[in-house]
């Protein structure tokens, strides 16, 4: 399971979004070059506009979240430390979106307590996003600080209601504490909400190969390869009942071939790829 969290916790990586109140003529051509992600003309504009107004605290948030995804942590972690000097402090949205980008470099120079603290910042600032609970429960799971991001998962669950994200983290934490009956419960309810969300389907049946109950695990990985034929998840669940009950997956395999006709290809690569020869 906790492969398929690292999985989870890379597809829920958070942007570092951000806001400019009212940008001047110039900002505003640099904020529009970021938008459209040509990130190196940006920098450079919003390097000339520092060197114009040092004090001009927007642009060195942006310089900031540029050199952080220029995979530059450093050179971010220091815009971002005069970024926050000089946003206003009533602009409590960009001030939050900083704490998180500034999370994210930490993290890159592994420094955890300090990026758990940039995101406990960036949570108050802004408690209405979700997305900085989800960075900070990615990252103490990454860590192993389970009954930690649960809280934020369970939070999560009750307040992001349109993202299986937070039922499914939710899950994962729990399996990670020893819970797994708790946890295929979280799955249940993440199936129950997002019928249609193949990556639910593929975690519950990560949950269900995890407890033994391989039948249920083939059907659960069958039906999310059905909503989406790459999921990594559902094929990693795959494989691993292959090596414990290779006869049980080829006969669903080939039932499902059988009743799916108009992708009946598609099933016989899984048969020949998961499956012995006869």
């Known amino acids: 399971m906790h492969k398929i969290f690292t999985l989870l916790a890379a597809a ?3 942007p570092c979004a951000a806001w400019a109140g009212y940008p001047s003529p110039q900002l505003q051509k640099a904020i529009e070059a970021y938008n459209q992600e040509h990130y190196e003309s940006a920098l450079q504009q919003f390097t000339a506009i520092v060197t114009q107004q040092p004090r001009q605290g927007y642009a060195w948030g942006y310089i900031a979240r540029i050199r952080q995804h220029n995979e530059q942590p450093d050179q971010a972690l220091e815009a971002g430390r ?3 000097e000089l946003v206003p402090q009533p602009d409590s949205v960009f001030r939050a979106s900083l704490h ?4 994210s470099s930490y993290a890159a120079t592994g420094d955890t307590a300090a990026a758990l603290d940039a995101l406990d910042h960036a949570v108050v600032l802004d408690a209405h996003d979700p997305d900085y609970r989800y960075q900070r429960a990615s990252l ?3 860590h192993g600080r389970c009954s930690q991001a649960e809280a934020d998962y369970r939070y ?4 992001d209601t349109l993202n299986p994200d937070g039922l499914m983290g939710l899950g994962t934490a729990l399996d990670c ?3 797994a009956q708790e946890a295929l419960e979280a799955f249940d309810q993440a199936i129950a909400r ?4 193949d990556g639910a389907r593929a975690f519950r049946a990560a949950q269900y190969f995890n407890l033994r109950r391989y039948s249920e695990a083939a059907d659960d990985a069958i039906s999310s390869l059905e909503l989406k034929p790459d999921n990594r998840h559902a094929l990693w669940v795959m494989s691993n009942l292959a090596a414990v009950d290779a006869t049980g997956l080829a006969a669903k395999l080939k039932a499902k071939q059988a009743a799916d006709t108009a992708h009946a290809d598609y099933w016989a690569s899984l048969i020949n790829q998961f499956t012995p020869a006869p």
């Open 12 to 14: 829920i990586a958070i």
């Open 100 to 103: 998180a980008c500034m999370a």
């Open 140 to 142: 103490l799971m990454k």
């Open 156 to 159: 999560l669950a009750q307040a």
């Open 177 to 179: 504490q020893g819970r």
């Open 194 to 197: 997002f019928p249609a969300d």
């Open 82 to 84: 005069k970024a926050l």
